[in-house]
């Protein structure tokens, strides 16, 4: 039968994010409480040049209180996924894809929020115009060898979920 939904209340709503407390009905019937949080979706881009190699940028994430390495994108804003990725690569790289490919898409924390995070490989890069926000003021863009990126998935270095998962599906595609 599934979860039923059978009220909500918002205990928090902010511009990027909102809290919530559903009283639902659980699949084998019981009454209960489930909290979840709800955001947009978002995206990564695995950008690659014609040498095979992978643009990462590296940022302060204020709860990560550390620079964190990973792959540009961010959240979508209620726009079309791939236009969502299209745009992040340029705000905080200054190169347009000339060609984005779904690589998949993932669901991060499936229990905390439906939020789900949309993968991309980009190619066909051109420059653009950078455009980056208040909060990645301290970004910056780096070039890696494709294989010494996957090699930073396994040594800890990349951890973000979505960087993660698209470094490893391109490397697929690609290695």
Known sequence: MG????????????????LHRDSVRRPDGSEGVYEHVAVDDGVRVA????????????????L??????????????????RAAAAR???????YVPGRLS????????????????HLFLGTELRRGSLHRSDTEIGMTAQWWALADAVDA?????ITEAGSVSALLLAAALVL
Do not use: K
Request: proline content about 8%; charged content about 25%; glycine content about 12%.
């Open 64 to 81: 990560q209180r550390r620079r964190v390495l990973h792959l540009p994108g961010g959240g979508a804003g209620g726009q079309d996924p």
């Open 3 to 18: 979860w039923i939904r059978t009220a909500t209340e918002v205990l928090h709503e902010g511009p990027f994010v909102s």
């Open 153 to 157: 998935v396994r040594s800890g270095r």
């Open 47 to 62: 950008a690659l040049d014609d040498q095979g190699r992978v643009l990462l940028v590296e940022d302060d994430f204020y």
């Open 88 to 94: 992040e690569l340029e705000e905080e790289t200054g």
């Open 102 to 117: 779904p690589l998949g898409v993932i669901d991060p924390l499936p229990a905390t929020t439906a939020a789900r995070t």
